[in-house]
């Protein structure tokens, strides 16, 4: 396989990387499956082994419920090809998470909402198939986690974006 095939390989990578986490942060399943081939396996979720069907269609109303926002963010994206060659159509890929989401915690009581932060690692196997570099099984790695009043905020009226149904440029 040329660079330049290799090169668009690691940019399809990338990029099921990325669908994945604008589709759970924006609560649409649909989205977030495509970073994934029909059936792909998920770990360590809940119960073991998850479809990506059926985490698409819990995990948007269980996040809605629980939490009024949420942010993913992957970096230090490291992976190998099966054979050091991406004409291999597999690669074991490491993505380090860090997720953010948000509590609203009762208003009544005069408690501050808190911020749930996430550090981990998503372990996820790719597989090409028609062309298509998607991830065909993940394990969810937690390092480590924390939970902490948000006593204060930015100022500003900051409307709410990203979610849906909520106003969002991108969409716009």
């Not at 159509?89 to 860090?98: D, K, Q, R």
């Amino acid at each position: 396989m040329s660079g330049d095939a290799a090169a668009a390989a690691q940019q399809q990578i990338r990029d099921a990387l990325s669908w994945y986490c604008r589709g759970v942060d924006r609560l649409d399943g649909e989205v977030m499956k495509r970073g994934f081939h029909p059936g792909a396996e998920l770990y360590d979720y809940g119960a073991d082994p998850l479809t990506i069907e059926q985490f698409a269609e819990y995990a948007p109303a269980s996040l809605s419920r629980k939490f009024t926002a949420t942010q993913h963010r992957s970096s230090n994206t490291l992976g190998e090809f099966d054979d050091d060659d991406p004409a291999s159509g597999a690669a074991l890929v490491e993505t380090y998470v860090l997720a953010f989401h948000v509590e609203a915690v009762d208003a009544d009581e005069n408690t501050p909402d808190l911020l749930h932060t996430f550090n981990g690692r998503y372990i996820d196997r790719f597989t090409e198939v028609d062309g298509r570099w998607r991830i065909a099984k993940r394990t969810l790695r937690n390092d480590w986690s924390s939970v902490a009043p948000i006593e204060s905020t930015m100022s500003g009226d900051w409307p709410a974006s990203g979610r849906a149904g909520s106003p969002d440029p991108l969409t716009a």
